[in-house]
């Protein structure tokens, strides 16, 4: 079962609708995925068709509860999900002084059933706070999506000092698989100089693949269904099958 | 002396790209504009040219110091600066229990020279945290840019919520006055469609002309220069300027 936290800090650059995409793009091949939204805003919580999620998760991050019991089984074959919602505002202040608060969520993943779902992807909200360091804490793997604009690139800094300070502290297992680029405009040069220096500094952990600006993937949420679904034969399903296959193939290698 | 909170949870909403480019396009009318840079990720100082604004406005929002002592002038005549940090990611923490926390920046701006400034904005972080509301607290008006993007929807209530909750509380004369539509790609229907749906909800609070997707908009902060000095024929500074234009006109009615 492997965990995989979807994060960046900076706004908007493309963790939800990675997070959606990769997980209905794995169920193709027969995985089972759960998708986790840790963000209160809930985009891939609406995106998936559960507009309320409740008190659920907020429960259990302060302590109370079974992940297990807070699962909703989405329209789409193999993809499960654990809905975020408004309450979860709250956990940072409830659990403010608690020794080990980021530890509870990789607990709850460690007991779910052993083999209910193959992988788990975890959708975190643009911060680097208790939800982000959380999933940090709960995964093995890292993916972080990256806008091919200018502006996304300097927090890539800090995004990597934290998961080298949760590394060495509370997560030795931990590592950066894929450095996505995101709304990739293949006419523009200043999107294909941001994926040039991606690549240059961060070599094979940028994919050959990149995902590419397709309207597609923006109107796809306002009809509840993930890209596979929604237009199939799109640019974005085309390349988020693509990053998911990456993905196979970059877990095999671990 | 105006207060103009620029915010949206949502991330990628156009925050930073409108309190840089309406401050710069608000200086070229001979306005004395003061940005002040709330976000931790500090993007419009980096844009701005300070690439570090230090401990100083961490410092003052816990409760030490003055605000005028953390003014940059910048190199664009009329635009001065109070720059963010990743500090600032302490305030909350810091300031966790502490009565009227989220009056502190509002005491702060209303202790700043008279008349050295016709409009001070501030570029808020994608939260509804205590940055967020300590700069409704100290605003008169709101400034919301929203991506054209159905996903940018599904928190405008939440947003608005906010706002009416420290209307009612703390602030009496807050007022969203511009619901700003970003990224606008006009030859896409999503686009139009979004747009149409904020007039349609917000009536004339929409201003008629929006912003458009430019990549010069995206370029500029890489040369660290506001759209009207780094390409002032551009899409991106006309629609800036037609966007200054109308605020400077809504401010008047008020
Ligand atoms: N490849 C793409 N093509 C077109 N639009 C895209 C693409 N990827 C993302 N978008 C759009 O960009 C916006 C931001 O994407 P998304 O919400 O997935 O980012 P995020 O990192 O999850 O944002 P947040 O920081 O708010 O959680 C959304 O409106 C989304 O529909
Ligand atoms: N009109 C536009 N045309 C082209 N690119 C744009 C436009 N407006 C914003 N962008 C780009 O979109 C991205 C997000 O914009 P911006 O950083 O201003 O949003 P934000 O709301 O401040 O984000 P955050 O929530 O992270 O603070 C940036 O890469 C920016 O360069
Ligand atoms: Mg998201
Ligand atoms: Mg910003």
């Known amino acids: 079962m492997r965990t995989i936290a979807v994060t960046n800090q900076k706004g908007g650059s493309g963790k939800t609708t990675t997070a959606v995409n990769l997980a209905a793009a794995l169920a193709e091949t027969r995985r089972k995925v759960l998708l986790i939204d840790l963000d209160p805003q809930a985009s891939a919580s609406s995106w998936l068709g559960v507009a309320d999620g409740g008190k659920g998760l907020f429960e259990l991050l302060v302590g109370n509860g079974n992940l297990v019991d807070l699962v909703y089984e989405t329209a789409f074959a193999g993809v499960s999900l654990v809905p975020g919602s408004n309450w979860m505002v709250g956990v940072e202040k409830a659990m403010a002084g608690e020794v080990g608060a980021e530890t509870v969520l990789r607990k709850a993943i460690q007991s779910l059933p052993r083999n209910r779902w193959d992988i788990i992807l975890l959708d975190c909200p643009p911060s680097l706070g208790l939800m982000v360091v959380s999933a940090l804490v709960a995964a093995q793997e890292v993916v972080v999506p990256v806008e091919a604009h200018v502006m996304a690139l300097s927090g890539l800094a800090n995004l990597l000092q934290t998961v080298e300070r949760v590394k060495e502290?509370?997560?030795?297992?931990?590592?950066?698989?894929?450095?996505?680029?995101?709304?990739?405009?293949?006419?523009?040069?200043?999107?294909?100089?941001?994926?040039?220096?991606?690549?240059?500094?961060?070599?094979?952990?940028?994919?050959?693949?990149?995902?590419?600006?397709?309207?597609?993937?923006?109107?796809?949420?306002?009809?509840?269904?993930?890209?596979?679904?929604?237009?199939?034969?799109?640019?974005?399903?085309?390349?988020?099958?693509?990053?998911?296959?990456?993905?196979?193939?970059?877990?095999?290698?671990?």
């Open 169 to 254: 502290r509370l997560n030795p297992g931990l590592a950066i698989s894929t450095i996505l680029p995101c709304r990739v405009d293949v006419r523009k040069n200043l999107s294909k100089e941001v994926v040039e220096r991606l690549r240059s500094r961060f070599g094979r952990l940028v994919p050959p693949t990149v995902i590419r600006e397709n309207v597609r993937l923006a109107e796809a949420p306002s009809f509840e269904q993930p890209i596979t679904a929604y237009s199939p034969e799109s640019s974005g399903a085309v390349d988020y099958r693509a990053a998911a296959g990456e993905l196979l193939k970059r877990g095999k290698e671990r």
